[in-house]
């Protein structure tokens, strides 16, 4: 059974620029959900689509956004990048938050 | 107050001893609790998943949750160096399997030879 896929694995940018990040959940799982992870900030929850519908939302700035498709796959945008956004960037998928979340590998953003 | 609270550590424990990780949490409503294992560069595994009061025990492993208490933790038995990594706890934020999972900032575990 193949597990969440995230690509690109790393990716790095300049600052005003912007970016898409791409999530496959494991088949049959209809809720994806992103965090942004950082060393002092820890895994800080960015927000959730179920049924192509964001469901939960963090508090993150209107910069970040995201959308998710009929195959359940998922994509994440961040424009005007700042420095502050360097961060692993990690996506989950489940059939409900009661059961936990798998994780993907994750994107490593670095903004310069 | 975070939603979610763990001490950060570093905690270290000798190997083959018992490895004892807790965390706290705000909102009383919630009803799902879980333990992930995070090495180094890599991405959060589920490790424990626990729904009601009192132990669940997997191999090694025993989570504990006490609601009234608003408190869970994991115990890790006959510590291996393998289990070092950052423990994190989650927290399921509501009633429904529509609530999203909050996590606490981890604790650091070091298991010595």
């Known amino acids: 059974k193949a597990g969440v896929t995230q690509t690109p694995r790393y990716l790095i940018k300049t600052r005003g620029q912007q970016v898409t990040l791409s999530c496959s959940p494991i088949s049959g799982h209809r809720s994806v959900s992103w965090y942004q992870q950082t060393p002092g900030q820890g895994l800080q929850f960015l927000f959730e689509y179920f049924s192509e519908t964001q469901r939960n939302k963090g508090n993150f700035p209107g910069r970040f956004s995201g959308r998710q498709f009929s195959n359940s796959r998922s994509e994440m945008n961040v424009s005007t990048l700042e420095l502050g956004d360097s961060a692993l960037y990690l996506c989950a998928s489940s059939t409900g938050s009661n059961y936990g979340y798998t994780f993907g590998s994750g994107t490593r953003l670095t903004v310069v | 107050q975070k939603e979610v609270e763990q001490n950060s550590g570093p905690l270290s424990v000798p190997e083959g001893a018992i490895a004892s990780l807790n965390c706290t949490y705000s909102?009383?409503?919630?009803?799902?609790f879980f333990w992930y294992r995070q090495y180094s560069g890599k991405s959060p595994e589920l490790i424990m998943s626990i729904y009601s009061n009192g132990d669940k025990e997997d191999g090694r492993f025993t989570a504990q949750l006490n609601k009234a208490s608003q408190y869970v933790s994991l115990l890790i038995r006959d510590s291996q160096p393998s289990d070092s990594a950052t423990y994190l706890c989650?927290?399921?934020?509501?009633?429904?399997?529509?609530?999203?999972?909050?996590f606490g900032s981890g604790t650091r575990l070091s298991i010595r030879p």
């Open positions: 909102d009383r409503v919630s009803q799902s």
């Open positions: 989650a927290v399921n934020g509501g009633y429904s399997s529509a609530s999203k999972i909050i």
